[in-house]
Structure formats: structure tokens, C-alpha cells
């Protein structure tokens, strides 16, 4: 849930994928730099800026938001647009469903 520029997520709030939604998904990781991206979201704990992407990927800002756009387009990240920069936000309700849909293929 979205209030101002923050992302709130509510406590206890259930996320149900569809199988559209865990395809999509499957997808856009399918590719290694979009795993890594979220790699580095998770492991960094809070929204990330775009410029500090494309830096810790040595890419060009081109290719990092095509990556974007991809994982937004999944529902794995949200962009928190800040006139021409942008914060990179992990959802991690999103991520938590996706990898708990996996666990049910066992």
C-alpha cells in the first residue's frame, strides 16, 4: 500500500499469485542480472537508487532500466520516481509469495 512516497506494507496481508503472475516472475529471474539485482535489494535492505545500480553493475543506464522494467513489470519491484532519479524498492510480500508458490511444486 502506498501513502505519500513511502511503500506500507500491512501486517499480516496475504499476497496470492496467479499462474500468470509466477510465470511472469520466472521469467524476468530467469535472467542472471535481473537475479542479481534483486540479490542486491534484498541483501541491501532499503530502497536502492538507480545510479547505484547501474555503479555496482557496470552497465549502462540503459540496460539496468531495461532490467527495471522488467522486474517492475513482474510485480518484484516497485520505482519510487524522484523527478528524473529513482529509488528501487523490493517487494517483498511479492517475493515471500512467489518462493512460497515454488515450495507447494514440492
Known amino acids: 500500500m502506498r501513502f505519500g512516497s513511502r511503500v506500507v506494507t500491512i501486517e499480516g496481508a496475504v499476497v496470492k499469485l496467479t499462474d500468470k503472475q509466477v510465470e511472469r516472475i520466472s521469467s524476468a529471474i530467469a535472467e542472471p542480472r535481473r537475479f542479481k539485482i534483486l540479490k542486491d535489494l534484498r541483501k541491501h535492505g532499503e530502497p536502492m537508487g538507480c545510479g547505484n545500480i547501474v555503479d555496482k553493475h557496470g552497465v549502462s543506464h540503459a540496460t539496468i532500466s531495461h532490467h527495471l522494467k522488467e522486474l517492475e513489470t513482474a510485480g518484484l519491484i ?29
Do not use: S
Request: glycine letters at 6%; zero cysteines; hydrophobic letters at 50%.
Open 78 to 106: 516497485e520505482i519510487e520516481r524522484l523527478g528524473k532519479f529513482g529509488n528501487v524498492i523490493l517487494k517483498l510480500d511479492v517475493w515471500n509469495a512467489y518462493v512460497a508458490r515454488l515450495a507447494q511444486l514440492t
